[in-house]
């Protein structure tokens, strides 16, 4: 690796001043999983590593039952999966922490650093945009809040702006009757990049027999993950159905824009869509019904 | 030119001090700062797990952990899994059970295996499989890797 300062700021303020005062010329480093791969292999360069674990508001995981989830952008996937309480009410973000690499890498890696990291394959972020996730942002001029489904912009880029950090997700309380699932191909059973992916919520009436609403979020088929509105919309008021399932799905697959690469073809990409759209609406209705 | 910096760890249950630049991994610090071999080098990106170390009681690839930051940490390596009694279980069951070939995976999966006992005692086959997926190991094709683990869980 090229050789570089390495800094790790305890505060926010301190973080940002830092960020600024040295423009492109720094890279933010949380778990490190990606990022230093990046380095290794001379993709990315930066004469300054910010290392922001040592942010007490980056380590946060609070829940509250009226409020939602503040996760701290740093916080390591181990930490989301372990906890009994967050992994009951949060089922859709367990199914992303838990599967990002294997378990040397959910030692370090965490949702935020994926999220930043702005691959189209990075697993937790359609799981976050299906949950409604939103992005505490904090920078020279204040804080702000980004939607998940408007942070990344392109492969490896994100809407933060110079001397912006992230400081953490914030997920609403599931509403009741609600549930999530993300589930992702892979040509393996572990340890590979998502050839598709996709992440949805529903939330049921009562009975559970209807959709009140829906979100749908797609990953690896297009330069960004992509938020299926449509997709997810043509649910709401409907009756729960293979019908209607079935024509979500293809909104879905109207919305992914692959490209054939090394890990799939277009078509098995726009197909997989179909599928993983079924599979994961079906499991999180069985989630929202209890099951 | 970024200079050298001074890193205090504990490293196998002794405090050691050593210097080391900000780019260098905790695995080149363990094996040509510390000449701690027994860790090895795979893939370096984190696809392998044959670097796998213990850091503050949770299993990490040192490929991808900067050596700085094993500062004020706890890392244990597989050069502090045998006691002056003898050889971890682990490492026992690995011999018996001929779950190695070449041996360069082996330090890695030794590790990760203690991560997971450490955590779970009583560990499944598919769990053993599923917490061993971040380890690659091109000789033995894990059957004989997860048999010795198997024998030292207490699953039955």
Redesign the interface.
Known sequence: ??????VSPSSIDEAVKTLASNGDNVRIMA???DM??Q???GRRTA?L?V?IKGIPELNVVSYDASKGLTLGAAVPC?KIYQDEKLSAVYPGLMDSASLI?????Q??ASIGGNICNAAPSGDAIPAVIALGGVCNVAGPKGTREILVEDFCTAPGRNALENGEILVSIFLPVPQANSGANYQRFIPR???DIAVAGVGSSVVLDASGQNFVSARIALASVAPTPVFAKEAGDSLAGKAVSEESIQQASELAQAAAKPISDMRGTVRQRTHLIGVLTRRTLNNAIERARGG | MPGVTQVQTTLNGEVVNFLCEPRQSLLECLRDVLGMTGTKEGCNDGNCGACTVMMDGRIVDSCLVLGVEAEGAEIMTIEGMASPEGLHPLQQSFLENAALQCGICTPGFLLASKGLLDQEPDADEGRIRHWLAGNLCRCTGYDKIVRAVLQVSKAK
Not at chain 1, 1 to 6: G, I, K, L, S, V
Not at chain 1, 101 to 105: E, F, H, K, T, V
């Open positions: 690796m090229e050789p570089f300062e390495f778990g490190g999983t230093l791969v380095m290794r292999a004469p590593v290392n181990y690499g294997g378990i040397q890498i030692g370090r059973n572990e340890m």
